[in-house]
């Protein structure tokens, strides 16, 4: 199943930093911590604390956001499904990309152990 182009065109247009306090609500209401969801987000993007700041403060879209991020090379490692879709056969790639974040999220949010959400 893939999304409609009107689902990638909407994804694209979010920003970062709208959907940035739901993840660090939905890890922190599980028990974990912002700095684990930093680590997570580092992990795949190649940000560090201080370029994530600047990115939520400049309200950048999920578009731009992943345009200037250095994709991790195992980011293909993510596995799994997230909001009914397998990440593995997203063919959008920047929906992939923004659905590979969520996915690792959830692993968070679930208690999973951070050796393994960073494959």
């Not at 974990?32 to 700041?53: C, F, M, P, S």
């Amino acid at each position: 199943m893939q999304p409609l182009e009107q689902h990638n065109q909407r994804i694209a247009n979010m920003t970062f930093a709208s959907v940035y306090p739901m993840y660090l609500q939905k890890i922190e209401r599980k028990g974990r911590t912002k700095e684990e969801l930093n680590t997570v987000i580092n992990w795949l993007t190649g940000y560090d604390d201080a370029n994530l700041e600047v990115l939520i403060a400049e309200k950048i879209t999920f578009q731009t956001f992943f345009e200037r991020a250095k994709l991790n090379p195992n980011a293909h490692l993510i596995t799994g499904t997230i909001c009914g879709y397998r990440v593995e056969d997203i063919e959008n790639e920047l929906t992939q990309k923004v659905r590979y974040l969520d996915k690792l999220v959830d692993e968070l949010a679930k208690g999973k152990k951070m050796e393994k959400i960073l494959r």
